[in-house]
């Protein structure tokens, strides 16, 4: 199954490592993570970054999304039960 980040960008949900909530982006270990990701071309900002509202890890790369923790988590959660 697919999770849609926003925008046009959809990924694997099996592919999701972790999803942050962007005030995480102010703690030490996070911000530097992220730079990190940046400077190995890995940081992937689907919105302005003013406009960010969570980071989503995966295997690939990190995505800044505008959409919230809080909804990502719904969708990772949610499955679509196909009718017999």
């Known amino acids: 199954m697919f999770l849609h980040l926003g925008t046009d960008k959809s990924i694997l949900k099996k592919d999701v490592v972790a999803i942050l909530n962007v005030r995480t982006h102010s703690a030490a270990a996070t911000g530097e993570f992220l730079e990190i990701a940046r400077d190995e071309k890995k940081l992937h ?13 995966t295997v690939k790369g990190v995505y800044g999304s505008p959409i919230s923790c809080a909804t990502l988590k719904k969708r990772v ?3 679509i039960i196909e009718p017999e």
Do not use: D
Request: no cysteine; hydrophobic share 30%.
């Open 45 to 57: 900002l689907l919105t302005e970054p003013g406009k960010i509202k969570s980071y989503v890890l």
């Open 77 to 79: 959660e949610t499955e």
